[in-house]
Antibody, heavy 120, light 107 residues
Framework: EVQLVESGGGLVQPGRSLKLSCAAS????????MAWVRQAPKKGLEWVAT????????YYPDSVKGRFTISRDNAKSSLYLQMNSLKSEDTATYYC?????????????WGQGVMVTVSS | DIQMTQSPASLSASLGETVTIQCQAS??????LAWYQQKPGKSPQLLIY???SLQDGVPSRFSGSGSGTQYSLKISSMQTEDEGVYFC?????????FGAGTKLELK
């Protein structure tokens, strides 16, 4: 059974940093692209970052580019999101997700999510 | 960026009723479309990928269709457990973008 378990969320002041982790199990982690998707309270879904199987390629939307860094450790079947210079608009539930697809990608498994609140 | 426009924003349906949700992309996405269901307090779950392929374990009353810029999700017979919010998502180009969601309630 595919499982994705996020951790590391919490309350952080604007301008500070936070690192999220996602522990994966039930599949060969190193074979899949992985991603982070977030959802602000009572809002829709926003893709945050994607990383290739080896970690050599990463992708971000403009809203987080230069502030967030996605990384992975295939030996530990773990995904990470380093978030720097946090803003109030980064307040959201952050989901770790596995990517499926070939010519077009979709999120086939999701974690339970972890809440990040950016506030003074 | 590719914009995804969903309609309607909300709807209510009776048990057994057929429900259709629409999603329009701002450019051709070549069937690179997925649909998700999200129930309150839960993470989204994949229903449909590649515009019309049913994810394993998803009931067959769910189906997807469309091409080019126009796509739709159909629930052939509304059930109680189908209440929730439905999102479409394009995965053809970065940034991957989602529709704003359609809230489906039981009438």
């Amino acid at each position: 059974e595919v499982q994705l378990v996020e951790s590391g969320g919490g309350l952080v002041q604007p301008g500070r940093s936070l690192k999220l982790s996602c522990a994966a199990s039930g599949f060969t982690f190193s074979n899949y692209y992985m991603a982070w998707v977030r959802q602000a309270p009572k809002k829709g879904l926003e893709w945050v970052a994607t990383i290739s199987t080896s970690g050599s390629r990463t992708y971000y939307p403009d809203s987080v580019k230069g502030r967030f860094t996605i990384s992975r450790d295939n030996a530990k079947s773990s995904l990470y999101l380093q978030m720097n210079s946090l803003k109030s608009e980064d307040t959201a539930t952050y989901y770790c997700a596995r990517l499926g697809g070939g010519y077009a990608y979709y999120f086939d498994y999701w974690g339970q999510g972890v809440m990040v609140t950016v506030s003074s | 960026d590719i914009q995804m426009t969903q309609s309607p924003a909300s709807l209510s349906a009776s048990l057994g009723e057929t429900v259709t949700i629409q999603c329009q992309a701002s450019e051709d996405i070549y069937s690179g479309l997925a649909w998700y269901q999200q129930k309150p307090g839960k993470s989204p779950q994949l229903l449909i990928y590649g515009a019309s392929s049913l994810q394993d374990g998803v009931p067959s009353r769910f189906s997807g269709s469309g091409s080019g810029t126009q796509y739709s999700l159909k629930i052939s017979s509304m059930q109680t457990e189908d209440e929730g919010v439905y999102f479409c998502q394009q995965g053809l180009k970065y940034p991957h973008t989602f529709g704003a969601g359609t809230k489906l309630e039981l009438k």
